[in-house]
């Protein structure tokens, strides 16, 4: 296929994609007024689900218990890739369009990705252009990328439902992504209200835990003596989290960040139970799993300082985001073509996490990070600045690089694959969190 071909499918996909704007955004709109939290976005799912089969697409649900694939077939099934969005939102009580009972809050942009997913769906399969390409396109919403409600999902955990905290690895284990040849996604860069594109950055990966003190109840006035206060262990705990900061090289972008859950029971008591949750991230698993040896330490000195017992409920986290160069080129020339090649630059490093990091280990992949957000993430004054940058535009950029990948025989895409080295596949990555569980890591 020429060049004038291939930029004839290109115009005929961005024009359908921009008809159905105002389709787009409504969707978008309504997800982010109805926010759920992960592996319980049930509303949203419908309502994904409603619209991919108003596109006569095959559609497969209860993946990872709320998760979607639907399939746009091509004239041939030689290369497959798909496009990613996620369902949920995260935690932000404050945020004016907050779940009052849950708390729930789309603050990170979550419901802009799905207008992106399913723009880039409109776009591919309403212009026709499916018949005149090599390979499918495969469409994932996937549930519980914010990794939150650590309780909740080892409740899940215990009652055989899920094997892992997050969507994606879910996705993972049940091989989802195995015969993938490319994975695509976008997402929200926060305090950027313009048409910006950062491509090609990194993010941290971690490990998550559980921790639990466990000490003696007694009458906080009469007699604390006769206790064991489990809150002041987990106080020293955090202070020892605290004196190894000066540890953490900075390079490798550590972050530890503990919350306490559980202070106690009664003010008048002494506390017998305290738990807490917390992160170890960094730049690479080794420097993760290096400074997640000091946090435990720190945390079981807490313990024995006063007497009490540590529990540490190791759990997997996501590993880091590496981002495909061949992919990156080709995403970022064609939202060049929208913005301008100004505004499209090389994205930073981002000492946060997300799980298509997991999937960035196994399949070339890609998470570009787009303007047209005002306010900080995971806060209350997150939200769109610019509809047409949020929700429309990155559908168009997504769906022209999956007709760079399939057209002329899906060449793109199987040259792509078949380059990658791939640090890990399924049995390996699922081994990897076996023996971190294990405490062999």
């Known amino acids: 296929m020429n060049g004038d071909e291939l930029a004839r499918l290109k115009k005929a996909v961005c024009e359908g994609i921009a008809a159905a704007r105002t389709e787009i955004q409504t969707v978008a709109e309504d997800i982010f ?121 080892r409740r899940l955990m215990d009652e055989g439902k899920i094997q892992f905290f997050g969507g994606k690895q ?81 390079e490798d972008s550590i972050r530890v960040h503990p919350i306490i859950t559980k202070g106690g029971d009664l003010v008048n008591i002494v506390p017998a139970e305290v738990t807490m949750e917390t992160y170890v991230r960094g730049r690479t698993m080794k420097a993760v799993l290096d400074a997640n040896r000091k946090v435990n330490r720190a945390l079981q000195a807490g313990a024995y300082a006063v007497g009490a017992e540590c529990k540490i409920d190791e759990i997997p986290g996501y590993v880091p985001l590496n981002q495909h160069e061949k992919l990156t080129e080709l995403f970022a020339a064609n939202m060049a073509s929208i913005i301008g090649a100004e505004n499209v630059v090389p994205g930073p490093h981002s000492a946060g996490s997300s799980d298509i990091g997991d999937v960035s280990q196994l399949v070339p992949t890609i998470q570009p990070f787009l303007g047209g957000f005002s306010g900080v993430a995971h806060s209350k004054d997150f939200g769109v600045a610019d509809p047409e940058m949020a929700y429309v535009i990155p559908g168009q ?34 081994k990897m969190w076996s023996d971190f569980r294990a405490g062999r890591n």
């Open 33 to 153: 007024a109805h926010p759920e939290l992960g592996f319980k976005e049930t509303r949203t799912a419908d309502l994904v689900a409603a619209r991919f089969q108003e596109l006569g697409l095959e559609v497969e649900r209860g993946l990872a218990l709320t998760g979607i694939r639907a399939v746009a077939r091509g004239r041939n099934q030689k290369a497959k890739v798909a496009i990613v969005g996620e369902l949920d939102a995260v935690v932000s009580p404050q945020h004016p369009f907050a779940d009052p009972q849950t708390g729930a809050a789309h603050a990170c942009g979550h419901h802009a990705q799905i207008a992106a997913l399913l723009g880039s769906a409109i776009g591919l399969v309403r212009s026709g252009v499916m018949a005149e390409l090599d390979g499918n396109v495969v469409f994932l919403a996937v549930p519980a990328e914010e990794f939150v409600e650590l309780a909740y999902r």
């Open 397 to 430: 950029a997504l769906a022209m690089t999956a007709l760079d990948l399939l057209v002329d025989g899906a060449a793109k895409a199987r040259a792509i694959k078949d380059a990658f080295q791939a640090p890990l596949n399924r049995e390996s990555y699922l």
């Open 170 to 250: 879910e996705l993972i284990r049940a091989g989802v992504f195995d015969d993938l040849d490319a994975v695509m996604m976008v997402h929200a860069e926060a305090q950027v209200p313009g048409r910006k594109a950062f491509v090609g950055g990194s993010c941290n990966g971690f490990v998550g835990k559980i921790v639990t003190y466990l000490g003696k109840a007694a009458h906080a006035g009469a007699a604390p003596h006769e206790g064991i206060n489990a809150l002041n262990a987990a106080m020293l705990g955090q202070m020892g989290i605290h004196a190894q900061r000066e540890t953490f090289r900075d």
